[in-house]
């Protein structure tokens, strides 16, 4: 007789958890063939599933019978230089482990990325890497249940999912005290959308900075990531010239404001200093030459595969990888002309 749980609703891989008595992550190695569960827990969860009337999604139904071999990228349409770099380098260090990938890009719409999702559900993926900049994406993936290993390249710590980015709170920390270091005290920040994770990092290591200077702040400017909202912010910005330096929270809108500088006849680094973020590659090639913070997003893809290659074949997996950054500095900063 099946439990009463199905007369509420489907069962889903916790219940199975809780009636076995061991964690949802044992019940998704169980699924998935992973060779570290003993023969007396790997009955005992099957025993469950089978009483409960569990049925797995698609991807665990074919792991539990053979291995699939995918690994499901979820990301967002329109994607910049940083997530592309790092799709690449998934594909390139998947195909050396053994692995394909299953790529599924998705708008920010929760619809989209529920059926984004359920795509790569139906490709019988063994893990989903998520290289996407808002935590409603991890709401819909928690409220999904998907009892896959999930490797979120964001740096923010999760409950039911590996986190593995480049520091970017320390990033902006370093960006900002080089301002102040030249003698700045007078700094804008230009931050990115504050939904977007890895945005709202950014902004938070610079008011870190600026408080630890006891500098006045103004509020940010929040801004799309784009070169046209750079260009639009200098614009304005130059109506104040109250300030000598910028901290953009990407390239992107750095080359935006540099634009914007140089078309008002303002000496950049002389009257003005820029730092961006990503180091792009078209950062060295600006004139000037852009001051920025280097984010390896080749490696993180790299280690992205690493961790779920690991996590597929039973081994510990660290909750959370942060990495550092590093300060790039080049012609876009200088010390304040007056000093």
Not at 300 to 309: M, Q, S, T
Not at 311 to 328: F, M, N, Q, S, Y
């Amino acid at each position: 007789m099946k439990h009463e749980v199905e007369k509420v609703r489907a069962p889903n891989i916790r219940d199975v958890a809780a009636l076995a008595g061991v964690s949802y992550q044992t019940v998704s190695r169980v699924l998935n063939d992973s060779p570290s569960i003993r023969p007396a827990t790997r009955q005992r969860v099957l025993d469950v599933i089978d009483q409960i009337g569990y049925r797995p999604n698609q991807a665990a139904r074919a792991l539990s019978t053979s291995r699939s071999k995918a690994i499901g990228v979820l990301t967002l349409q329109n994607v910049h230089f940083g997530p592309q770099t790092m799709v690449n380098a998934i594909e390139v260090e998947a195909r050396a482990a053994g692995y394909r990938l299953s790529i599924a890009s998705t708008s920010r719409a929760d619809d989209d990325v529920r059926a984004s999702i359920d795509l790569l559900s139906n490709q019988a993926v063994e893990a989903i890497i998520v290289i996407a900049p808002q935590r409603k994406f991890f709401a819909v993936l928690d409220e999904l249940e998907l009892g896959v290993p999930i490797v979120a390249l964001d740096s923010s710590p999760r409950t039911n999912a590996h986190s593995l980015a480049v520091d970017q709170h320390a990033g902006a920390r370093l960006a900002t005290r080089h301002l102040i270091d030249l003698g700045h005290k007078h700094i804008v920040h230009v931050a990115g959308p504050q939904d977007w994770i890895e945005a709202d990092e950014r902004m938070q290591g610079f008011l870190y900075e600026m408080a630890e200077a006891e500098l006045t702040v103004e509020p940010p400017i929040l801004g799309d990531l784009t070169a046209d909202f750079g260009y639009l912010a200098g614009r304005e910005l130059l109506r104040r010239r109250d300030f000598t330096a910028v901290f953009s929270a990407n390239d992107l809108m750095a080359v935006g404001l540099l634009h914007a500088f140089r078309e008002a006849g303002v000496d950049v680094p002389r009257e003005v200093s820029v730092v961006g973020f990503d180091d792009s590659p078209t950062a060295p090639h600006l004139w000037p030459p852009l001051t920025t913070v280097r984010q390896d997003f080749a490696l993180i893809g790299r280690r992205a595969v690493e961790l779920v290659v690991a996590e597929l074949d039973g081994k510990p997996v660290e909750g959370r990888t942060l990495i550092a950054p590093e300060l790039v500095v080049r012609g876009s900063t200088d010390r304040p002309w007056f000093l």
